[in-house]
């Protein structure tokens, strides 16, 4: 993680003001050139261990879910994930909603950059989301994760139809070091003729990391070219890890 990013993480998020207002706060033209130059940042603390406690007892409330995923059966990895249902929770809406507002800005320079057809993004998630729905992508995609003890996450891309925002979030809801060991997020960065490239993130509790859903603009000698990312999850040592994954797109 570079220096500035490890000095922001020791930051206590501002649990006296709103998320969105914490979201606000965020140094986002430092954000922006770290998306633009790497395909992903981490973030200081966003939310309090008290709000990452919340998230994770909803966990065992079945009826705030639309679909429950055995990674396992799916050869996914090992865990288990969950999509939430409408209306989502109130806490879970607001990070989707006020991250949007933060990220369209971004999404649309890369759009911009990588010469893409079609109309600039709605600045706010509702415009974004009428878009998701015209195109038959109804149901909504964030979602919690628990991984106990050899769990994992196969790299992979959040697609779920035609329309996909080019970027998306992960929170860590638990302790490292206390909570788990291991499990650290993982990105492979597939560039044009040229070896892939891959990260290992450690993350802290209430932590974020934004990264490119599929692919990041990279300025190149003849202007930007597309490199493809994948994430997941390398394999739990000991205890349980939750997290929170938050997509902007809606699923088909």
Same mark, same amino acid.
């Not at 759009?111 to 878009?131: C, I, K, V």
């Not at 302790?175 to 560039?191: H, N, P, S, T, V």
């Not at 891959?198 to 202007?223: C, D, M, N, W």
């Given at each position: /993680? ?9 930051? *206590? ?8 207002? &914490? ?14 130059? $790497? ?26 879910? +639309?679909?429950?995923?055995? /990674?396992? $059966? ?18 879970? &809406? ?6 949007? &507002? ?26 974004? @989301? ?11 995609? *964030? ?31 638990? +302790? ?9 997020? @993982? @990105? ?37 070219? +597309?490199? &493809?990312? +994948?994430?997941?999850?390398? *394999? ?17």
């Amino acid at each position: /993680m570079p220096e500035e990013e490890l000095e922001a993480a020791a930051t *206590p998020p501002d649990t006296q003001a709103g998320i969105g207002a &914490r979201i606000d706060k965020l140094d986002w033209e430092r954000l922006g050139r770290g998306l633009e130059e $790497r395909g992903y940042v981490v973030t200081p603390a966003l939310l309090s261990p008290a709000e990452c406690a919340a998230l994770v007892a909803l966990w065992e409330q079945e009826a705030c879910f +639309r679909k429950r995923v055995d /990674m396992a $059966r799916q050869r996914f990895g090992e865990g288990v994930y969950k999509y939430f249902a409408d209306p989502l929770p109130p806490i879970v &809406r607001e990070l989707r909603a006020s991250l949007y &507002r933060r990220l369209a800005p971004v999404a649309n320079r890369w759009r911009t950059a990588l010469r893409l057809p079609g109309e600039p993004l709605a600045d706010e998630l509702t415009g974004f @989301l009428e878009l998701c729905h015209r195109h038959g992508q109804l149901r909504p995609t *964030p979602l919690l994760l628990r991984y106990e003890a050899g769990g994992y996450n196969c790299l992979h891309q959040d697609l779920y139809g035609e329309i996909a925002f080019p970027l998306q979030a992960t929170f860590v809801l638990s +302790r490292r070091g206390a909570e788990y060991r291991g499990g650290q997020f @993982l @990105l492979l960065e597939d560039r044009p003729r040229a070896q892939a490239r891959g990260y290992a993130i450690e993350l802290e509790q209430g932590e974020a990391i934004i990264f490119a859903s599929t692919v990041h603009p990279v300025s190149g000698k003849r202007g930007y070219y +597309r490199t &493809r990312l +994948r994430h997941g999850v390398s *394999p739990l040592l000991a205890g349980v890890r939750l997290s929170l994954g938050i997509i902007f797109h809606d699923a088909r």
